[in-house]
């Protein structure tokens, strides 16, 4: 592993644990794609470069007809000078001009991985763990130099990649485009998976073998979005859960972007992902930086399972942080779906009461305990306890809820004010508008102009006092509309088409200031539901609200396809009430437990409406996921049905040394003349003898992974469920 410099060839070999990235600089210095794909020892040519002579394709080159950027697999390509195909960036000069012209300068390799200003990114916690590529690349004319960040890993099939760029002239210069990262691929023989949805309806799985021309995914909603998360796949056409070539690319960033895929006259595929070109303009005063959002890219050779548990492992060990990284996470109870905005504090108690006997480890007070707020109509921005609705106080509730055995969580949403707040009457310039425009309401709600410093200060203030001042263990950061009318009171003009990226780094260095001086608490980010399921996110906030949907049979697509790319440990799933609030559907309380137990389980009902007899059965799915948190929490993740191909799901968890491992199947409809079901599992060692838990039956692994498990023909009735639990037999 790392990444070696052929200076008589001008190329460079990044090797990952079993994944290699060539790249060289050719000709007059431009920078191009050699090879990405399972790990080489050595890169000498044999499918290397071709230079021929293409019609339409101008040449770079005087005199040589051979060389041209439009068919040059590259690195970073640039707008102006022969390559026809979308660019990786844009620059304009003083002068007017679009082009640009960047040629290799200089590079550096060391160990370790620095640091992107202001953004997050993965990190490494020994220099050891990584190796890090600087190329720069320099622009003479417009004094741009950008340089070019690889940093491959030891212990994984990731590579990530990102874009600095410095303004070395004279004169300012206004970036119209700065991808975060580019990939030229040879053919086009590929299948593009992306994430799209809605909400109560993300992150559905959607497959297309590509075709000429572009093909995207993006959001200019001001967040990562229910309607596309920022994540592309290219899978070879034979590529299925367990075999085949997967490449992922993920962009660790929380506004708008764009991913974009396209094939080009000559079957190549170009894969361009950063933020969003449209509406986006960015002054870079002489001597400034400008840094890009950081794409985290997975390699698998044996499918799209192996490409998730790339991604889980990874993100669990390099992106998520803070105490919880590495510990199990509260079983929660919400008080959400159980009370909405009338509950009372005695309401609260009884719920705590009720959950701390069922065994519940936290109580999670959720929207309108501030202001007046009794609706979603007023108060965001006012965050100081609602007087009428809790007398004794926050922190006297908190301690109440401590008493019970159980931790106390509370519910903001930092970046909004509502239209009826103190704080709007007081600044209502503080949100993002355009003057004389009118200001569009989404939930009765603006959003806060966090490219304002003042702004980011003061709610931080406010933020603060009620974590210092209340016993509080756990957050829900919630973010319930998008954002129109982009534009900001405080900058100037030439500034206006900074604002959507600007206002995602103040919520960044919002989340930094407060997860910073709060180290123990758990943060969960929502955005009405799992609106901002995103990497950027995850660093400042180990788990996110999956979906506001909490149907069992809806959460199966949702939760499945979350699990392309998201740690299991980070997707909360709570058991509701049925009928579900919102789809309306009933579904059996064990059917509801197993899907949430398939996460990071919690409980958002009203407790004191359980039966003697529904009780039982939440007692006992809290027993079995107290025993089995670890493993779900911290084992590999197996999908073994899909919910998007029929009518059965089924997945597992395996742990690291194979001794352990629970299995969930769940058939969503009853069927006539139902063929007998089975499911092969998978990830076990297959030499090793398993004993199914409650029983007295051992398995061979082998006999489990390529024979499978009968499931059992007493699942009568719709919305069946049932769970296996193996441990090794010594
Ligand atoms: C949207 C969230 O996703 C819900 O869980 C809940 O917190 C509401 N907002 C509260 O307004």
Known sequence: MGISYDEAQRVFHLRGK????????????YLAHLYYGKGLREFAGSNGLTFIKRDFSPSVSIGDETFSLDSLPQEYPQYGNTDFRKPAYQVKGMDGTTISDLRYESHRIFAGKMKLDGLPASYVEQDSDANTLEITMADAVLGLRVILQYTVF???????????????????????????????????NYDLLTLPGAWGNERQVERAALRHGMQSVDSVRGASSHQQNPFVALLEKQTTEESGEAYGFNLVYSGNFEASVEVDQFATTRVILGIHSFNFDWKLESGATFQTPEVVMVYSDAGLGEMSRQYHRFYQKHLLRGVYRDKTRPILVNNWEATYFDFTEEKLLDIAKVGSKLGMELLVLDDGWFGKRNSDKSSLGDWFVNDEKLPNGLRNLAKNVNDLGMKFGLWFEPEMVSVDSDLYRAHPDWCIHVPKRAKSESRNQLVLDFSREDVCTEITRRMAAILEEVPISYVKWDMNRHLSEVGSAHFTSERQQEIAHRHILGVYGVMDAITTQFPDILFESCSGGGGRFDPGMLYYMPQTWTSDNTDAVSRLKIQYGTSLVYPIIAMGSHVSSAPNHQVGRFTSLEMRGNVAMSGNLGYELD?????????????????????IRELIQFGDFYRLKSPFEGNETAWMFVDEAKTESCVFYFQVLATPARPLQFVKLAGLNAAAQYKLRGTEQVFGGDELMYAGMKVPTTLIGDFQTVSWHFQIKK
């Open 154 to 188: 030891g212990a994984d099939n990731v590579i990530t990649r990102s874009a600095r760029f410095v303004n070395d002239g004279q004169d300012s210069l206004q970036i119209l485009k700065a991808a975060s990262a580019c990939i030229d691929f040879k053919d086009s």
């Open 18 to 29: 079993d994944v290699s990235y060539v790249l060289g600089v050719v000709r007059d210095g």
């Open 607 to 627: 407790l004191t409406t359980l039966t003697e007899a529904e009780q039982e059965i939440v007692r006992h799915q809290i027993e079995m996921y107290k025993e």
